[in-house]
């Protein structure tokens, strides 16, 4: 198959809108965009670098649209992204040298330890921090180990992004997933340009993702916002529980 022909780009499209979905719902789009850039026949590190660019101008979309649709905190989003920023960078210099069995590995766990996170905490919807006694003194290290994690492995760190958020923040999954979308932004920035620096990102495959991924990224914060919590949650489970039956049977 030609990286180039028109079958190509509509497949790694399609596929990209799914991701795109999945991402701001619940998280783990990139296990689907990544394998099948490999499968296609990319090389793994570029494959992983396309991804970089379309999960950027996913998180852009998201931003845009969740701001439209009147829900957005500009200065918190932005407090929590720059507690990411230098555990992005550093995640970022690592991001082109993962080994492919260490990285399953990794994922694997953290999908199974997210699961009993998420799946069976009970969501409580205060303002700020400052209702959880521990999230001054945890809030910088574990949003540091986030933006650690998103640079340097990035598939399933919305899981991750959502499980902090909820256990520092006590925020429903609405406003995790708003915020979530402005955190991956920021700290998706590095990485990019480390990408781009090394020759690591096709653009043919780049922009394909990046046009699916802006349609079903829209569709996710209309559809997040219109059906409530349940429905994300509900989204969130069956994405969790796919991708760790995936993961450990491999």
Known sequence: MQFSDPVTFIILAIVGALAGFLNVMAGGGSALTVPLMIFMGYDATVANGSNRIAIQVEALTAVATFKQKNHADFPFSLKLGLMTLPGGILGAFYAVKID?????????????????????????????AQHHKWSAWLAWPVMSAVGFYGGFIQAGVGFV????????????????????????????????????ATGNVDWFAAVALSIGMMGGTWLAVHMAIKKGETFVRLVLGVALLIIAVKLFLL
């Open 100 to 128: 492919d069995a260490l990285f399953t590995k990794i994922l694997g766990v953290v999908m199974v330890l997210i699961i009993f996170s998420l799946m069976f905490s009970k969501t409580k919807v205060v303002e700020h």
């Open 161 to 196: 992004i959502m499980a902090a958020l909820l256990h520092l923040y006590r925020m429903d999954l609405i406003k995790i997933n708003m915020h979530k979308v402005f955190i991956v932004m920021m700290f998706t920035v590095p990485a990019v340009i480390m990408f781009i």
